[in-house]
Every structure is written in structure tokens, then in C-alpha cells.
């Protein structure tokens, strides 16, 4: 199968050897786990075709590398969730807003492009309490749906109830709350008060999805946000505020503060939940990883991006949008040599390299790769 292989290619682009040592994993001698179904609750980073179903009507260059149909991704192919399901040997996520001639056999996705977890904050109404109160809904449709129709084994389009507790439960938002509060507020003490509210309203969602059987928590933390192209167009950075790699330093300095209290929160909620097993995932520094070696790995500037534009008296027009009758978001010739798709989203070469990285294990608290996720190691 193609997309198992094009995963298996980990030696594609590769790190320099110390930065990659792989540590000795604690579940090396665990079986493998049988995860049923997946469920996800995030934001455009991870929706497959809930708000972004506007991208699904555009027909070029959206969905160019991989698809080459209406696909819902902002990414000009798959997603790091498309590369977990993969891993996990399930079918692609479906949307749970998409609900025509869908199959949720094997789980759902309510994340959708532009939620928060805070309820007011920026364009979407779907914040992170929406999406598990869907979750709620899904899951007591389904089950009496289930319970009623399936009297036989051929009720395929529709989940085992005894599997909710036996799935795993990805999370990964959080993105705009953060970004929203730059573009309103541009005051980094007040994005930085509210992060702790943040936090709290996470860990109700997640105390939520736990009294409905959840027991098994992917979660990752908060992307390099100062590194988008998008940001450093936007915010004017000066010599004092951007690293080396000319990312914005106070934006990325927000995230790393988000992410130290998010970690926090997770191992608060391993001992307030102990029958429950915790995998908090670096994604910043993965990312940071191969924005930090680009070129090395095969890429251009990562300042760059391949689709989109910023040129329109100064404004973000989304890619393959028209403005006044003019299409402004052509897309690059070569994605896969680029690690943004539109300035905000990475494309899927990108977002390739990153799942390599961190599904097996390597930048997870506690160490251990997806498959191995049910475990609960007793450090």
C-alpha cells in the first residue's frame, strides 16, 4: 500500500545523530496495542473536513500530493493524524460534521478548523467543550443505534459500544486561543493569565471524556507558533525578538509556557485519573527540530511557504482564494520542498518528517510510541 510505505521511509530525511538517538523505550517489551477506533478533538492542525469543507470545494492545488479529491485538510495532503491512523493499521479519520455516506466504525473526528478550547475566541463556535459534548452525543446515538440494529455482525458503519473504552483519544488545540490573543491583544502578560483557564477547561474536557470511558489519552502540545511564516510576516520582527532560525521569540516564548503548564496539567490528571494512561507529546520540539535543520533535511527557507499569499494590501488570502476576480493562492511547483503549505498549516512532507519523530516514542512523556499508548508504565 502506498501511504504504508511512503510512512515507513523514517531514513528520508534524518537529524543529525545525536539529535536522534533514540532513547531506550519503556514499553520495549510490551505487546502491541489494538486500538478499535480513534477519536480526535482539535483544530485545522487535525480537522479532516469539518470547517474546512470550504477547502474541499477548491479544486487545485488543495489535496494535490495525496488525495486528488475533496479531502477537508489544509495541507496540500495528509495530516499527522492521516500518519497515526497509519501507524495504528485504521482507516483516515472521518469528520464528524461530515456525516454523509461516512463510516465511524472506527472512530471520529471532531476537531475543526479555527476552535479553541476557551468558548469565546476567534471564528469557530465547535471550542474544545462543543467537540466533547458531540463526543457525548455520538457516543449514546451510536450505542443505541447499535444496540437496537445490530443484532448481526454486519452493522459495519457503526462502533462496538464495548470499544469506546478500548479506543484511543487524540488531542491537539489550543493553537488559536493563543494566536487570537496576539491578534487582539498583542499583550503578552494577559495572553500569559490566561493560559492557567485555559488549562482548567483542558482538564474538565478531558475528566468529561474519562466518565464516558475514555482511558487512553494522546495529547500534544502547543506547535512553535513564532516560527509560522505567517507570524513573522505579520508581527514585524526586529533584531531583538527573533532567533537564529527567525522565528518570533515572544510568540514562541508564549507557547513554551503553555506547553511547561500543559505538562504539568497531564501529570496531574495521571494521578486525579490513575486508571487512565497519559502520553503528552512534544510536537514543538519536533518541529522546532526540523525547522532548526531545514536545509539539511531536504527543504527550503522555512520561512517560506508554497500556497497562499500575503501580497493583497498586506492580507492573508488563503490559497486558491480570488480576490476582486484575481487568483492570489497559486500553489509552488514542489511541495514536498517546502514545510509550509499556506503559512499557517504545514504541508504533508512536513507533517511526514513529524510524525516519523514522534509517534514512535521519541519526543513522548512518557517515552513510548502510539502503539504502545495503552500501557501505563510505572515510573
Known amino acids: 500500500m502506498e501511504s504504508m510505505r511512503l510512512f515507513s521511509m523514517s531514513g528520508l530525511f534524518v537529524l543529525p545523530l545525536v539529535a536522534l538517538m533514540i532513547p531506550a523505550s519503556?514499553?520495549?517489551?510490551?505487546?502491541?496495542?489494538r486500538f478499535p477506533a480513534i477519536y480526535n478533538f482539535g483544530d485545522s492542525n487535525s480537522?479532516?473536513?469539518?470547517?474546512?469543507?470550504?477547502?474541499?470545494?477548491?479544486?487545485?492545488?488543495?489535496?494535490?500530493?495525496?488525495?486528488?479529491?475533496?479531502?477537508?485538510?489544509?495541507s496540500d495532503g495528509r495530516l499527522i493524524i492521516d500518519f497515526l491512523a497509519e501507524n495504528l493499521g485504521l482507516p483516515y479519520l472521518s469528520a464528524y460534521l461530515d456525516s454523509i455516506g461516512t463510516n465511524?466504525?472506527?472512530?471520529?473526528?471532531?476537531?475543526?478548523?479555527?476552535?479553541?478550547?476557551?468558548?469565546?475566541?476567534?471564528?469557530?463556535?465547535?471550542?474544545?467543550?462543543?467537540?466533547?459534548?458531540?463526543?457525548?452525543?455520538?457516543?449514546a446515538r451510536t450505542t443505541a443505534l447499535y444496540n437496537q440494529l445490530c443484532l448481526n455482525p454486519h452493522c459495519i458503519d457503526l462502533p462496538r459500544p464495548d470499544d469506546f473504552s478500548k479506543s484511543i483519544y487524540t488531542l491537539d488545540i489550543g493553537h488559536n486561543d493563543l494566536a487570537y490573543g496576539y491578534l487582539q491583544h498583542r499583550a503578552e502578560g494577559r495572553i500569559r493569565a490566561s493560559i492557567p483557564n485555559m488549562l482548567t477547561l483542558f482538564s474538565q474536557a478531558v475528566h468529561v471524556l474519562y466518565s464516558e470511558g475514555a482511558r487512553i489519552f494522546w495529547i500534544h502540545n502547543m506547535d512553535p507558533m513564532g516560527c509560522?511564516?505567517?507570524?513573522?510576516?505579520?508581527?514585524?520582527?526586529?533584531?531583538?525578538?527573533?532567533?537564529?532560525?527567525?522565528?518570533?521569540?515572544?510568540?514562541?516564548?508564549?507557547?513554551?509556557?503553555?506547553?511547561?503548564?500543559?505538562?504539568?496539567?497531564?501529570?496531574?490528571?495521571?494521578?486525579?485519573?490513575?486508571?487512565?494512561?497519559?502520553t503528552y507529546v512534544d510536537v514543538y520540539s519536533a518541529k522546532y527540530a526540523l525547522i532548526s535543520n531545514a536545509k539539511q533535511q531536504g527543504f527550503v527557507d522555512p520561512r517560506t511557504f508554497c500556497c497562499g499569499s500575503y501580497e493583497h494590501h498586506g492580507h492573508h488570502?488563503?490559497?486558491?482564494?480570488?480576490?476582486?476576480?484575481?487568483?492570489?493562492?497559486?500553489?509552488?511547483?514542489?511541495?514536498?520542498?517546502?514545510?509550509?503549505?499556506?503559512?499557517?498549516?504545514?504541508?504533508?512532507?512536513?507533517?511526514?518528517?513529524?510524525?516519523?519523530?514522534?509517534?514512535?516514542?521519541?519526543?513522548?512523556?512518557?517515552?513510548?510510541?502510539?502503539?504502545?499508548?495503552?500501557?501505563?508504565?510505572?515510573?
Open 26 to 33: 519503556i514499553g520495549s517489551g510490551w505487546q502491541r496495542c
Open 47 to 74: 480537522d479532516t473536513g469539518a470547517c474546512n469543507a470550504a477547502v474541499a470545494e477548491i479544486p487545485s492545488p488543495y489535496r494535490q500530493t495525496f488525495f486528488k479529491q475533496p479531502s477537508g485538510r489544509a
Open 104 to 139: 465511524f466504525r472506527h472512530g471520529a473526528n471532531f476537531a475543526t478548523g479555527g476552535s479553541c478550547i476557551q468558548p469565546a475566541c476567534g471564528y469557530s463556535p465547535f471550542n474544545l467543550a462543543t467537540q466533547v459534548s458531540q463526543f457525548i452525543h455520538f457516543k
Open 228 to 278: 509560522l511564516p505567517f507570524s513573522v510576516m505579520m508581527y514585524q520582527p526586529k533584531a531583538h525578538n527573533v532567533d537564529r532560525n527567525g522565528c518570533v521569540m515572544p510568540q514562541n516564548e508564549m507557547a513554551k509556557e503553555f506547553n511547561r503548564q500543559l505538562k504539568d496539567k497531564v501529570s496531574q490528571l495521571r494521578t486525579q485519573l490513575p486508571s487512565a494512561a497519559f
Open 317 to 379: 488570502v488563503d490559497c486558491g482564494k480570488k480576490v476582486n476576480g484575481t487568483v492570489y493562492g497559486s500553489s509552488c511547483r514542489y511541495p514536498s520542498r517546502h514545510i509550509s503549505w499556506d503559512g499557517i498549516h504545514f504541508t504533508e512532507a512536513a507533517n511526514l518528517w513529524v510524525a516519523n519523530r514522534t509517534l514512535n516514542g521519541f519526543f513522548s512523556d512518557p517515552p513510548v510510541s502510539i502503539d504502545k499508548a495503552c500501557h501505563r508504565p510505572q515510573l
